[in-house]
């Protein structure tokens, strides 16, 4: 069975330019996250898609960041305009149940590497 | 102060040592907590969930003291494949996972 593949692994672009993001979850899992960890830091949660539906966008640091999942299979996030900060790596993880119950787990995608110059 | 916080190390110990890592969170209404485990430049795993009652899995067993808010993992018999950077996480019981920054684990020959 694949696993979560995400596209692509790595990115150079300019400040001011536009990347986007693309993660193919599981098949089947109908829950996808989105978590970054920029240099230094703590993995953090920018968001969750149950199906097409934005469950919990709490953590999406600014309105330069965009995620959709349009028909509820793979999921895009596009930063525009990139900024300096933006730089490190962006996992997208998926899960069958969007509850942390006993036996559900959560599986991550490699993640892309984003460097902003 | 950081919602879960964890030495970074690194820890360096020689193959067949015992080796432990401690980890506290602040959220007291946390509900559940794990190990995952990141090697270099890789994808975090899930290592092992952690309860209450002390779970074991070969040679790691995990230990949650919610009383304190405190998480351990105690790694026997280390291996050199167990080098890796091994992340406290914990869960409110929605979706989001919080991450501690990670403690450093290598072991040399």
């Known amino acids: 069975e694949a696993g979560v593949t995400q596209f692509p692994s790595h990115s150079v672009i300019e400040k001011g330019q536009t990347v986007t993001l693309r993660c193919d979850p599981i098949s089947g899992h109908d829950n996808l996250y989105w978590y970054r960890r920029v240099m230094g830091k703590e993995i953090k949660f920018l968001l969750h898609f149950v199906k097409e539906s934005k469950q919990d966008e709490s953590g999406m640091p600014n309105n330069r960041f965009l995620a959709e999942r349009t028909g509820g299979t793979y999921s895009t996030l596009k930063v525009q305009p990139a900024e300096l900060e933006d730089s490190g790596v962006y996992f997208c993880?998926?899960?069958?149940?969007?509850?942390?119950?006993?036996?559900?787990?959560?599986?991550f995608g490699e993640g892309s590497w984003l460097t902003v110059v | 102060r950081k919602e879960v916080e964890q030495d970074p190390g690194p820890f360096n110990v020689p193959e067949g040592a015992t080796v432990a890592f401690n980890c506290t969170y602040s959220n007291s209404a946390s509900q559940s907590f794990f190990w995952y485990r990141q090697d270099c430049r890789k994808e975090p795993k899930l290592l092992m969930s952690v309860y209450s009652s002390g779970n074991e899995d070969g040679r790691f067993t995990a230990q949650l003291n919610r009383a304190s808010q405190y998480i351990s993992l105690l790694i026997r018999d280390s291996k050199l494949s167990d080098s890796a950077t091994y992340l406290c996480v914990v869960n409110n019981g929605y979706s989001t996972l919080t991450f501690g920054k990670g403690t450093m684990l290598l072991v040399s020959p």
């Open positions: 993880a998926s899960s069958s149940r969007d509850r942390w119950t006993s036996g559900n787990t959560i599986y």
